[in-house]
């Protein structure tokens, strides 16, 4: 019987981690490295080893009433969309309203996981953790990995010929800070993301000129949509979900390019994706077209070779008296601390899950990988239904409903998500359908909303859950973890939104 748990990290992950642990009656052990909760949300001047880094203007991509914790919502004077320093704020709040921190271990860095000798019998784990130059053991009964994959920067060095005769200045998007430095060079930009496409923006009130590579394209999405209202509760709900699996998938693919291409044509900004209709998460950034209409930041292909102060491109034009260069080309995800790297990380940077969560390899499914999931949805409220969903797996109460509520069979069973490259584009995270894949997570929990239930006892609620944004609360308005506001909330998130 799971008891005692580890829980590598503080972040969002990490505090559903603790809670989710808490409200089952498991006992969670947190491990920070840093002196703070918040995890990539928590910003620092300086970056610091082994942990995630941000920039100073960060904003959340998702709005508050899809990202907030399922049973703690934003204030209603929150704005929609945070500065970083206030959703830190509010990840303050909930662990401070739920009484998380008395749980976390500060300063405390785990150096190794490995398998305990009776591994195949009891599933449990030694977990060796260096605070103040002090190593110690403890075995538990799980672990729950919720390090996230923000910290191990990708630098692709190897893929641009000639960068070595480059007399200019070049460092990864995650050493990047603040603009000021900048002034009045020449950057180029290596990475149509939303970190690179963020840097290229903000450079571009500063810098002579900022050129921006990309080698495959992307969609450029505005965080504000019809009516002014944040994108992802127009855009992520139930009824569209519903619609795009049951239209041919060659109707499917024609609108969602129509809806990419909403704000401006995409090819006349040299923006297409090579993959038109790949589903990788679209960036978000609300000032990139109008800074390339300004002729302040230039889109340029994938470059093809590096000279001491120029750069040729893919497309043969060659770019003089270039000063500075950001690779914002990403991150590869890491776990230095398993002592068998098989159990996670497979070969060539790809990783396969069973559910996006447990390894399948493992004799007892003891070990969790919480928030490694990527999906159009926010992570807080996937992070917390993925660690509601795995405290039941722990507790040997998951049951296959298909087989007549049987306990599951990992090793058998056959829904995996791997980082191989799909509809979704290549990653070297999970890539998913937000809804489809909280649904399939809450489905086995029981907390999946029952439609017809509700049209028949509450229509005026199941208008909302079916039509309306599917924010977080619709998993909590039933099963285990069931949150009596739940209702409420979802009936009254407009009214937030518009506050």
């Known amino acids: 019987m799971v008891r005692r748990v580890a829980v590598v990290g503080a972040g969002v992950s990490g505090l559903a981690a603790i809670k989710c642990c808490l409200e089952e009656g498991l006992e969670?052990?947190?491990?920070?490295?840093?002196?703070?909760?918040?995890?990539?949300?928590?910003?620092?001047?300086?970056?610091?080893?082994?942990?995630?880094?941000?920039?100073?203007?960060?904003?959340?991509?998702?709005?508050k009433e899809m990202m907030c914790y399922p049973d703690f919502p934003f204030p209603d004077d929150h704005p929609n969309y945070m500065h970083n320093t206030r959703l830190q704020h509010y990840i303050c709040k909930y662990a401070k309203h739920f009484n998380l921190l008395q749980h976390i271990q500060f300063k405390t860095l785990v150096?190794?996981?490995?398998?305990?000798?009776?591994?195949?019998v009891t599933g449990q784990?030694?977990?060796?953790?260096?605070?103040?130059?002090?190593?110690?053991?403890?075995?538990?009964?799980?672990?729950?990995?919720?390090?996230?994959?923000?910290?191990?920067?990708?630098?692709?060095?190897?893929d641009f010929p000639g960068i070595q005769k480059?007399?200019?200045?070049?460092?990864?998007?995650?050493?990047?800070?603040?603009?000021?430095?900048?002034?009045?060079?020449?950057?180029?930009?290596?990475?149509?993301?939303?970190?690179?496409?963020?840097?290229?923006?903000?450079?571009?009130?500063?810098?002579?000129?900022?050129?921006?590579?990309?080698?495959?394209?992307?969609?450029?999405?505005?965080?504000?949509?019809?009516?002014?209202?944040?994108?992802d509760m127009l855009v992520i709900t139930r009824f569209r979900t519903w619609l795009g699996n049951i239209l041919p998938r060659a109707l499917s693919d024609w609108l969602y390019v129509r809806s990419m291409n909403r704000?401006?044509?995409?090819?006349?900004?040299?923006?297409?994706?090579?993959?038109?209709?790949?589903?990788?998460?679209?960036?978000?950034?609300?000032?990139?077209?109008s800074r390339i209409a300004c002729g302040v930041v230039v889109i340029k292909p994938n470059v093809k070779e590096f000279k001491e102060t120029s750069i040729l491109f893919q497309d043969g034009t060659v770019q003089d008296d270039v000063d500075v260069i950001v690779f914002a080309t990403g991150y590869c995800y890491s776990y230095p601390f398993m002592e068998d790297h098989s159990i996670i990380k497979s070969r060539d940077n790809e990783v396969t899950l069973y559910k996006g969560i447990l390894p399948p390899q493992l004799e007892k499914p003891t070990m969790a990988v919480i928030?490694?999931?990527?999906?159009?949805?926010?992570?807080?409220?996937?992070?917390?239904?993925?660690?509601?969903?795995?405290?039941?797996?722990?507790?040997?109460?998951?049951?296959n409903k298909k087989k007549g509520g049987k306990p599951t069979n990992f090793k058998q069973s056959l829904?995996?998500?791997?980082?191989?490259p799909q509809r979704y584009g290549s990653s070297t995270?999970?890539?998913?359908?937000?809804?489809?894949?909280?649904?399939?997570?809450?489905?086995?929990?029981?907390?999946?909303?029952?439609?017809?239930?509700?049209?028949?006892?509450?229509?005026?609620?199941?208008?909302?859950?079916?039509?309306?944004?599917?924010?977080?609360?619709?998993?909590?308005?039933?099963?285990?973890?069931?949150?009596?506001?739940?209702?409420?909330?979802?009936?009254?998130?407009?009214?937030?939104?518009?506050?």
């Open 28 to 63: 969670p052990t947190c491990f920070e490295q840093s002196e703070d909760i918040g995890g990539l949300w928590c910003y620092t001047d300086q970056v610091e080893e082994g942990r995630a880094s941000i920039y100073r203007t960060v904003f959340t991509n998702s709005c």
């Open 111 to 120: 150096t190794k996981v490995k398998k305990c000798p009776d591994f195949s």
């Open 125 to 158: 784990w030694e977990v060796v953790t260096r605070k103040d130059g002090v190593e110690e053991a403890a075995v538990f009964d799980a672990v729950m990995i919720c390090s996230g994959h923000h910290v191990y920067p990708n630098l692709p060095i190897a």
């Open 166 to 231: 480059f007399k200019g200045h070049y460092f990864h998007s995650r050493e990047y800070k603040e603009p000021e430095k900048f002034r009045g060079k020449k950057v180029l930009v290596i990475g149509l993301g939303n970190s690179g496409s963020d840097i290229a923006v903000e450079l571009s009130t500063v810098a002579s000129q900022v050129y921006l590579s990309s080698r495959s394209g992307s969609w450029v999405m505005s965080r504000v949509w019809d009516n002014g209202y944040p994108w």
């Open 263 to 289: 704000s401006f044509k995409h090819e006349n900004f040299g923006l297409m994706p090579l993959d038109k209709t790949s589903r990788k998460e679209p960036v978000f950034n609300d000032d990139l077209p």
């Open 371 to 399: 928030g490694l999931v990527q999906s159009l949805g926010p992570i807080i409220p996937t992070a917390d239904l993925q660690c509601r969903w795995v405290v039941k797996v722990f507790q040997g109460s998951m049951t």
């Open 415 to 420: 829904f995996f998500l791997s980082s191989l």
């Open 429 to 499: 995270t999970l890539q998913t359908d937000y809804i489809t894949y909280m649904d399939d997570l809450a489905s086995d929990l029981g907390a999946k909303p029952n439609m017809l239930k509700l049209l028949l006892t509450d229509p005026r609620l199941a208008l909302k859950v079916i039509f309306g944004p599917c924010t977080p609360y619709q998993y909590r308005l039933e099963g285990p973890g069931k949150w009596n506001g739940a209702r409420k909330a979802i009936l009254t998130q407009w009214d937030r939104t518009l506050w």
